[in-house]
């Protein structure tokens, strides 16, 4: 069908082509017509007259066998279409028949509350991991080069930090963590692993 198609495209394109070249050869004798008349050929005038009409005449037919040839292809090319969204409805289909076929409510419940549970704990897991990895960089860093550091960027940009920085603090988060919350993610990551 496909094949059709580029084939039918291809006429209509041929008889355009046709079309416009019986249009070139109208004006030709159009010329031709006037030269005649120039010089005095009536005869000529007459005859090239004639064959310009004639141009004129078949350069129209073959605009209106392009033009019906053109809408024979358009019917062609929704056939083709249709085919083949036709084709991927009947896949859906049976892809649909399936995935309902296999459909248990109890099952899918069962893994979506397995899959809440597993999420949970991988959250647990990430929380521990997060103030496990923040605790080692505090206690990593001295506070008095943070502190540098932090006035040295506030100078380059121009800001005053000495009014907001507190003078010679040394404390770390890791210090300032509450045990409470310690031991109860110790907890949760050991019920975890259990």
Do not use: W
Request: aromatic share 4%; glycine share 4%; net charge neutral.
């Amino acid at each position: 069908m496909e094949h059709l198609l580029f084939k039918l495209k291809f006429a209509v394109k041929d008889l355009e082509r046709s079309s416009k070249k019986c249009e070139k050869e109208e004006k030709a004798e159009k010329a031709k017509c006037k030269k005649a008349i120039q010089k005095g050929n009536m005869d000529g005038a007459k005859i090239h007259a004639e064959n310009a009409i004639r141009q004129k005449n078949q350069a129209l037919n073959f605009l209106r066998m392009a033009a019906r040839v053109d809408a024979v292809t358009s019917r062609v090319q929704t056939a083709v279409a249709t085919r083949k969204i036709t084709q991927s409805m009947a896949g859906v289909v049976k892809s649909m028949d399936s995935a309902m076929k296999s459909m248990n409510l109890e099952k899918i419940s069962g893994l979506m509350d397995k899959f809440e549970s597993q999420f949970e704990d991988l959250d647990v897991q990430s929380s521990y991991m997060e103030g496990t990895m923040s605790q080692t960089t505090t206690v990593s860093v001295p506070q008095s080069d943070v502190d540098s550091l932090m006035m040295q960027v506030a100078d380059e940009a121009g800001l005053d930090l000495k009014a907001s920085l507190p003078v010679g603090e040394t404390s770390s988060i890791a210090e300032t963590a509450s045990i409470p919350d310690q031991d109860e993610l110790t907890e949760r990551l050991a019920r975890l692993r259990q």
